[in-house]
């Protein structure tokens, strides 16, 4: 599953709540060039590498989608995903708008993957949280805002939308869809076997 949001908007927060809810549950995580913040853990939260060893990385094949946001390089760990995947885990991508397309692009055929994404409830709100945070400059949150913008307009490509107004109300939602795609999912996969 993938679940994508303008920054600030809360999808790491959403995908730690939907894995309390369901410890079956799996995180995919990220590399990243960025620095850690505040109480990230690593191989938790993301790998954190040297930009030469995301290049390295990249060069190898090795990263399902990588792309650059603000400055620093984010990507998605391909060896990881598809033995997940593999198992028959449910495995969460909180990834941006660029890695969902590519993702989709290069894997959308192969495999079913459900798509979420979550908008602010204004874009007002999102610069207060992005303020509350205490982690950007004035001219990063500008930048983030801008962005949030181009990202909205992409929200199309995803297979479902949520506003997050309320953290729990969000979580329910999100979780509500999931367990609907995934029986739609089942359905279809036993139809094919019984036809």
């Known amino acids: 599953m993938i679940l994508s949001a303008p920054s600030g908007c809360g999808k790491t927060t959403i995908v730690d709540r939907l894995l309390k809810r369901h410890p079956d549950w799996e995180r995919s995580v990220s590399v990243t060039t960025r620095s850690s913040r505040g109480s ?21 094949g090795d990263l399902l989608e990588s792309a650059k946001v603000f400055d620093h390089y984010y990507g998605t760990p391909k060896s990881f995903v598809l033995q997940r ?7 969460m991508l909180a990834i941006d708008v660029q890695g969902t397309r590519n ?15 979550v ?3 204004s874009l007002k709100v999102l610069r207060e949280r992005l303020e509350g945070r205490k982690t950007d400059t004035p001219e990063d949150i500008d930048r983030r ?6 990202e909205i307009k992409l ?5 479902c939308t949520v506003m997050n107004q ?7 939602e999100v979780e509500n869809f999931l ?16 036809t």
């Open 103 to 117: 993702i989709l692009k290069s894997l959308g055929q192969k495999l079913s993957i459900a798509s979420i994404f």
């Open 155 to 159: 929200a199309r490509i995803y297979d």
């Open 119 to 121: 908008l602010p409830p």
């Open 40 to 60: 990230e853990k690593e191989g938790q939260d993301y790998f954190f590498v040297t930009a030469k060893a995301f290049r390295d990385m990249e060069a190898k």
């Open 179 to 194: 367990e609907k795609f995934q029986r739609e999912r089942r359905k279809s996969s036993h139809a094919i076997h019984t």
């Open 145 to 150: 805002i801008s962005m949030a913008q181009e």
């Open 85 to 91: 995947i593999k198992e028959g885990k449910v495995l």
């Open 166 to 172: 309320t953290l729990e109300h969000t979580v329910i």
